[in-house]
Structure formats: structure tokens, C-alpha cells
């Protein structure tokens, strides 16, 4: 049996960037929000309260705050793979789960949230 994975979690962090199928949506831009999880073993850091043993979460928000502006896709699969590239460029072959939320579809009629999961290396 596994050891039960430790997380570095980030929740709610909005990010503004160019993404839809609307022509509109690609120009014009809209908030989008994100939750990742970061998987890691957080035993060193708890016992010795050192930043060194654990995943810096601030360099992954200032990372995806840079990059969001300058992403123009068509679809939330499409830039998750690029929030994938820049978690790993700064943590490495860890595992990750993240949910990329639209926040006003343009749907007629709906006033909800669309979004995608995904994950890589995350344990099932």
C-alpha cells in the first residue's frame, strides 16, 4: 500500500487570458479561474519548517500571471496543457491536478461555470 500523497494546493486563483471558439472571446479576453494541486512529499518541510523541503506556490501564481495574458487558444484543454509545461518547468515530473474554469460561457441562457479537469502523474 502507497503512502497517502501530500499537496501544495491553490485555489481560485483568476487569471485573465484569450481563450474561447467566439472570435470575440479570443480578441477581447475574459477571467478564467484555476485550482491546482501540486503532489509532493511535505514530511521535511513540516518537521524542520523550511520553504527549501517544500513547492513554492508563489512562483507558480506569479508564473501562470505572466503567461495567461499572452495565451490565445481556442479551448481550456488547449491551455491547460500550457499550465501543465509551466508547473513542470518550475517543479519538475511531480504530480499535478488542476480544474481551469470559464467563468461566463458563452452559452445563451446559461449562467454557469464550464470547466476541465486533468491531471498528470496523480495517482488514481
Not at 471558439?21 to 519548517?49: I, K, P, T, Y
Amino acid at each position: 500500500m502507497s503512502a497517502p500523497l501530500d499537496c501544495v494546493v491553490v485555489r481560485g486563483l483568476r487569471l485573465w487570458a484569450h481563450v474561447g471558439v467566439l472570435e470575440h472571446e479570443r480578441q477581447m479576453g475574459q477571467w478564467f479561474e484555476l485550482d491546482f494541486s501540486l503532489g509532493c512529499n511535505l514530511s521535511a518541510a513540516a518537521a524542520e519548517d523550511g520553504l527549501e523541503q517544500s513547492l513554492d506556490y508563489s512562483q507558480a501564481i506569479q508564473a501562470l500571471q505572466l503567461e495567461a495574458p499572452r495565451v490565445r487558444c481556442l479551448t481550456l484543454e488547449h491551455w491547460s496543457d500550457k499550465i501543465f509545461e509551466v508547473l513542470e518547468d518550475l517543479y519538475g515530473s511531480v504530480p499535478i491536478w488542476l480544474e481551469l474554469r470559464k467563468c461566463q460561457a458563452p452559452v445563451p441562457g446559461f449562467c454557469g461555470i464550464v470547466a476541465v479537469q486533468r491531471s498528470r502523474r496523480w495517482p488514481s
